[in-house]
Structure formats: C-alpha cells, structure tokens
C-alpha cells in the first residue's frame, strides 16, 4: 500500500501472498519525522514490524506493532513479547493482541 508523505513498513507471515488479507503488522510513518526500521528479534509466536523515532536528535521512541495469531500456544507467545520489550526502554507495543473477555462482548475469556 502507498500513501503520500509516509513510509510503510510490514511484516508478513511465510508464503503469504502480500495482496491478500491475513495477519501481519504495519506501521506508517510521516516522511517529515526521523526515523529507522529496526529488524525484530527471531520470534516464533508474534507478528511485528519495529520502528524507531529520533525526535529531537536525542530522544528516540521505538513502535512495535504487533499481532499474536488466534492459534498462538496461550503460554509461549509471552517469551516473544518479552524479547520484543528488550529492545528498548521508551517503547510502544501496540497492535492486535487477540485478547478477549466477556466484559467486551465477547464470549469467552483469554489469559
């Protein structure tokens, strides 16, 4: 996908056909706003694309999107979100983390 005045980064599931909805991360940047993408650590649960801002020359704020598959094995996927959380100490993790409760509609509850 392109929009003008961004950059995209993605991360994309094996095999998968990139025109085709189905899982992955993204994450748009504004090409105004200084910035690298950061290759992730080898994860085996979680989806993600990493990108780091450098505002003012000195601070840097990294962007984590992510998306843990429905399937993922309840117990292992937080050894992936811990390894992302060692990248840096001024993160954002967000994206779809497949969390259901009934509280939100749902109907059931996940750990």
């Known amino acids: ?3 003008a005045n961004f950059y995209s980064y993605y991360s994309y599931r ?7 909805s189905s899982g992955g991360t993204a994450i748009f940047v504004k090409s105004s706003i ?3 993408q950061l290759v992730p650590p080898t994860l085996h ?10 505002l003012n020359n000195s601070e840097r704020i990294t962007l984590t999107s992510i998306y843990i598959l429905l399937s993922s094995d309840q117990g292992m996927f937080t050894f992936d979100i811990e390894n992302l959380i060692q990248i840096s100490s001024n993160q954002i993790i967000c994206g779809d983390f497949n969390a259901h409760h009934t509280s939100w509609g749902c109907n059931n509850n996940s750990p």
């Not at 094996?14 to 085709?20: A, G, I, L, T, V």
């Not at 649960?45 to 450098?54: D, F, G, H, I």
């Open 1 to 3: 996908m392109f929009l």
């Open 14 to 20: 094996e095999n998968q056909d990139p025109f085709r």
């Open 34 to 36: 200084p910035h690298h």
């Open 45 to 54: 649960y979680v989806e993600a694309s990493v990108v780091v801002l450098e």
